[in-house]
Structure formats: C-alpha cells, structure tokens
C-alpha cells in the first residue's frame, strides 16, 4: 500500500505556471506507475499524465501535450507535474495517483489516490 498528498495547487492568472507535487509513502515509489488526473465540478475525472515506473515512459492527451511535463524523482519518493502556459479550462481538482508494477493512461488501473489539490486558473 502507498499513501499520497498532493501539494503546489493554488490560484494563477491565464498564461501561468504551477508545479504540483506528490509525495510517496509506504511501499517501495519506484515499483509503481504514476498518473496525474483532474475533474471539473460535475464532470467524470480524466487523466493528464503518467509515467512510468522509471520515468522512461509518459503518456499526455492532446488537451495538455506541450504544456504539462510530468516527471518524478525516485529518490525522494515525489512525482511532479510542471503546467505551462495555464487556462481557464485548466481549472480543476488535480489527484496523483499510483499503479503497482503497471503504468497506464488509464484512471481504472490506478488503485491509490491522494486526498487532491485545487488549481484555479483565473482569466
């Protein structure tokens, strides 16, 4: 089992940056794939990012390729998510999540959550 906080959300004008954070504690970080998902008020959660146990691998959809990096650091048991060049449409509750020995842009595949984080990009 590994338990998850979220950390770095917060209010930023259009066009601005935010790095979240997510901090790992529990079982062995780097045995685990990681996403970065978010949900709009009244709408299901999609996913935004995810990478690979080693950090080899990442997946983006199309709505954040080029301006959402995620990245993590096995040594400090974090998983990071770098958003650029931020949106109104960007507005949401951002979750990290964690998939044991498997990573996927798939939100079913993911069995750990954290408690979430809002951003709020105003215009």
């Known amino acids: 089992q590994v338990q998850l906080v979220e950390s770095g959300g917060g209010l930023v004008q259009a066009g601005g940056s935010l790095r979240l954070s997510c901090a790992a504690s529990?079982?062995?970080?780097?045995?685990?794939?990681m996403g970065w998902f978010r949900q709009h008020p009244g709408k299901e959660r999609v996913t935004v990012a995810a990478i690979s146990s080693s950090g080899g691998n990442t997946y983006y959809p199309d709505s954040v390729k080029g301006r959402f990096t995620i990245s993590r650091d096995n040594a400090k048991n974090t998983v990071y998510l770098q958003m650029n060049s931020l949106k109104p449409d960007d507005t949401a509750v951002y979750y990290c999540?964690?998939?044991?020995?498997?990573?996927?842009?798939?939100?079913?595949?993911?069995?750990?959550w954290g408690q979430g984080t809002q951003v709020t990009v105003s215009s």
């Open positions: 999540a964690a998939s044991y020995g498997y990573w996927s842009n798939r939100i079913s595949a993911y069995t750990y």
């Open positions: 529990g079982r062995r970080f780097s045995d685990y794939g």
